[in-house]
């Protein structure tokens, strides 16, 4: 079984913060992605990686980065949090672009900011 | 632009049928899938439609027509456990390392007894 764990499931950060969300698959998955997801406005795309020290800017990349020091582990930064960044946040993996894959997701970080 | 469009809610009755429809608008099509996610937890995969025509697996069937841009999900023999939201998602390019998938909003789908 896929496993895409998230290091927490619920996050309440102060306005300014630097927050760390962490994302692990244990399947040797070459693709990892980060959305946030609000309602009304579905899933969105922050960021992805398609390899190692490699990302790619998906549709809201701004006030976020990323960084994928290992295959395995896909973190998410909130430089400096702000409220319109209270979200519940996704991380997925995918074992690789081949159109047949599907994208396994991590159960969720509901990041509240005050 | 880039537009996937999905009723927002539905409401079915145990046991019966329901059609949850998706259209959309890409600059590339490579092919649609479908989630399921129950509230507060993750997505889980349901169908991946890439050629035209009908998908079935199990209680489950989607349907494409690349040239109207529709998809749709048959849900048959409703259980209470379908309710849940569904997601249309639409891969925009070419199988490529850097290709990804747009969601739509998803449809709230409630199965009353």
């Known amino acids: 079984d896929v496993k895409v764990t998230q290091s927490s499931r619920y996050l309440v950060k102060r306005t300014g913060e630097k927050v760390f969300l962490e994302c692990v698959q244990d399947m040797d998955h070459e693709n990892m992605f980060w959305y946030r997801q609000d309602p009304g406005l579905g899933l969105r795309l922050i960021y992805f990686?398609?390899?190692?020290?490699?990302?790619e800017k998906g549709d809201i990349p701004e006030g976020y980065s990323v960084s994928r020091e290992k295959k395995e582990r896909f973190s998410l930064i909130l430089e400096s949090a702000s409220t319109n960044q209270t979200s519940m946040y996704l991380c997925?993996?995918?074992?690789?672009?081949?159109?047949?894959?599907?994208?396994?997701f991590g159960p969720g970080t509901r990041l509240t900011v005050t | 632009g880039q537009n996937i469009d999905q009723p927002t809610e539905m409401t079915a009755t145990e046991g019966a049928i329901v059609q949850i429809n998706c259209t959309y608008q890409t600059s590339g099509f490579n092919g649609l899938f479908w989630y399921q996610q129950h509230a507060g937890e993750a997505p889980t995969f349901l169908s991946y439609n890439v050629l035209d025509g009908l998908e079935e697996k199990g209680r489950f069937s989607s349907f494409l027509s690349r040239s109207k841009g529709y998809s749709y999900l048959l849900l048959k023999e409703l259980q209470m456990k379908d309710s849940a939201s569904y997601l249309c998602a639409v891969r925009d390019g070419p199988v490529s390392a850097t290709n990804k998938l747009i969601f739509g909003t998803g449809t709230l789908l409630a199965v009353q007894p």
């Open positions: 990686s398609y390899d190692v020290k490699m990302k």
């Open positions: 997925a993996s995918r074992l690789s672009p081949d159109s047949s894959y599907e994208q396994y």
